[in-house]
């Protein structure tokens, strides 16, 4: 069922529920007080015994001699009117049946009149007992059938019934073209959503006019999610390619040498040796550069695992290293104590990454400077510094500055180190200029404990 058909199905049944209750309580009503009527009707009808009585009897005194009983009952319009006259005893046959205890009450002014519902000749009839006023001891009895209210009260049901139908269904109507209304956005946002899952295009947007309900809060949403989706799969192609081009490079060189030395005089060839280092070194550039795409997928999300690191020993260990690279870097270091909460492995690569960046551009004969304290690390070269269009790329995947083209790395490093410290709730910043450049990584440090 539609969203459309629910709403209305649900509006109509909330007016059907409700019309319904209010017409039985208006039936009921109505019911109770056409019964007081012919109640009222009876009582009148009752008291009119004394002039009933007169007129039987004038009647008897006019008529052909026989005398005129009076207990036959009179009608006056829909009402029929008997009169017992006293004194009365129980067990006196009546139209009614018997006549019993309760009704010698009445007749003798010791139990007030009543009212009664009493099966008669297969009909229902509501009859009335008092006592006659003019005859002690005697009763008017007064009755009426029951069912004669029963067209009225089967055309108000019926009235009633077809009331709350139409109320029902009217409101199913409005209902419909409301909710069509209501609930046109969020089809068209439907579709637009289905064209999207049809086609991929990720490109595409709803382009919803800026309202501030659900519809056009969801839209925007949508369209944000799409642009999101846009954008990582943009970013993911982006990195296969240049994941593929950078693989690519030192894997031709490799095969090329491979080559040359199929082709050659082999091993014994003189050029062998140089070549086979060549195809070594184009080895480990392979892989060096998938260890750092996957350290890269690594460290973009949140650490494996982290732990209270001793940031300054860490440190230590990463220049102990580095130190030993032909032919050694001079690295001067100041390592002051201090802990941070991180991902250790990923810390290091960090660490690692910037100190082997500093050796590579500070010149021969400079001294590279690293100071650790307060959950921070520097690093700073004494290279030519980093120009400014450079500057807000060297943090991107294989950007490299054309620089330092000529020199070994594929432009991951720096991608690593800001995908470490966003992971471990870390910053990196640099400040640079013609005399060097200072990457400081900086961690929320946590109190010393002895
Ligand atoms: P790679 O070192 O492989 O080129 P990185 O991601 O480590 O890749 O660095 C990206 C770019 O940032 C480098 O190509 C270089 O231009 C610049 N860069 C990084 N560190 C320094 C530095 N200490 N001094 C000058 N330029 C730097």
């Not at 595409?204 to 999610?225: C, H, I, K, W, Y």
């Not at 080895?283 to 650490?303: C, K, V």
């Not at 690569?349 to 590279?368: F, H, M, Y």
């Not at 450079?390 to 054309?402: K, N, S, T, V, W």
Request: proline share 7%.
């Amino acid at each position: 069922m539609t969203l459309r058909n629910r709403v209305s199905v649900a509006a109509a049944a909330g007016v059907l529920i409700v019309v319904a209750a209010v017409s039985t309580a208006l039936y009921l009503f109505y019911a109770a007080s056409l019964r007081s009527r012919v109640d009222a009707t009876l009582v009148d009808a009752a008291q009119q015994a004394a002039g009933i009585a007169r007129s039987l009897k004038q009647s008897g005194g006019r008529g052909s001699g026989t005398v005129p009983d009076i207990s036959t009952p009179v009608t006056v319009g829909s009402v029929q009117v008997q009169l017992i006259p006293g004194p009365v005893t129980p067990g006196q046959p009546n139209r009614f049946g018997p006549l019993d205890g309760h009704d010698v009450a009445v007749a003798g002014q010791a139990q007030p009149a009543y009212f009664a519902d009493e099966h008669h000749d297969g009909q229902q009839f509501r009859v009335y007992t008092v006592a006659w006023a003019d005859n002690p001891g005697g009763l008017v009895r007064t009755s009426r059938p029951a069912n004669a209210d029963d067209g009225a009260l089967r055309d108000a049901a019926l009235l009633l019934a077809g009331l709350t139908v139409a109320a029902a269904c009217l409101t199913y109507g409005a209902a419909r073209l409301t909710a069509g209304r209501i609930l046109r956005p969020i089809g068209e946002l439907t579709e637009a959503a289905e064209h999207v899952t049809k086609t991929r295009d990720l490109t595409s947007r709803l382009g919803f006019p800026q309202a501030n309900d659900e519809v056009g809060r969801l839209a925007s949403s949508f369209d944000t999610m799409l642009a999101a989706l846009h954008e990582s799969l943009t970013a993911q192609r982006q990195l296969t390619a240049d994941a593929s081009h950078e693989l690519r490079t030192p894997l031709t060189s490799l095969t090329t040498n491979l080559d040359l030395l199929e082709d050659g005089a082999g091993l014994a060839d003189p050029q062998a040796p140089a070549l086979v280092r060549a195809a070594r070194e184009q080895a480990a550039e392979l892989d060096q550069l998938i260890t750092d795409l996957l350290d890269l997928a690594r460290y973009r999300e949140s650490p494996p695992h982290r732990e209270t690191v001793r940031l300054d020993l860490l440190t230590e260990e990463a220049v102990r290293r580095l130190r030993q690279r032909e032919p050694h870097p001079a690295i001067d270091s100041e390592l002051h104590p201090c802990l941070v909460h991180a991902d250790p492995a990923g810390l290091d690569r960090a660490i690692t990454n910037l100190i082997g960046n500093a050796v590579k551009w500070t010149p021969e004969g400079d001294t590279v400077r690293v100071v650790v304290e307060n959950g921070q690390v520097s690093v700073t070269d004494q290279g030519p510094g980093i120009p400014d269009t450079d500057l807000p790329r060297i943090f991107e995947r294989f950007y490299r500055a054309p620089a330092a083209r000529g020199t070994p790395g594929a432009g991951l490093g720096l991608a690593i180190v800001g995908g470490v410290a966003r992971a471990n709730d870390g910053t990196v910043t640099v400040r640079t200029g013609p005399g060097g450049s200072t990457f400081t990584l900086a961690f929320p440090p946590l109190p010393e404990t002895d």
